[in-house]
């Protein structure tokens, strides 16, 4: 089982912690921490979802029931603003 970051390929258990602690990635392998949380923001990867792949009509429900969530979560629930 190799021991380099999947991203970096660098060693993941050199000792040198300033890419932040293994981690395992499945089904990549090991990777840095940091190195997979910087994958993960370039992919614009949330949980399984890629929001960069989504078309423009999926990604605007998306957005829509992000913001209802939030208004909900901070107890400003009203009509949701449709423009
Ligand atoms: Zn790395």
């Known amino acids: ?10 060693c ?4 040198d912690n300033s890419k ?4 395992t990635v499945p089904p990549y392998g ?7 949380e910087q994958d993960l ?4 990867l949330f949980r399984g979802l890629h929001i960069a792949d ?3 009509k999926c990604f605007a429900e ?4 992000v913001l209802a969530e939030d208004n909900h979560r901070n107890g400003t ?3 949701i603003d449709l423009f």
């Not at 089982?1 to 660098?10: P, W």
């Not at 923001?41 to 614009?44: A, D, E, G, I, L």
């Open 62 to 65: 998306l957005k829509e029931m």
């Open 20 to 23: 932040g602690r293994p981690l």
């Open 77 to 79: 629930s009203q009509e």
């Open 41 to 44: 923001m370039q992919k614009r």
């Open 54 to 56: 989504l078309d423009e």
């Open 30 to 36: 090991v990777a840095h921490t940091h190195c997979a």
């Open 1 to 10: 089982m190799a021991l380099n970051c999947f991203f970096c390929s660098e």
């Open 12 to 15: 993941v258990v050199s000792g």
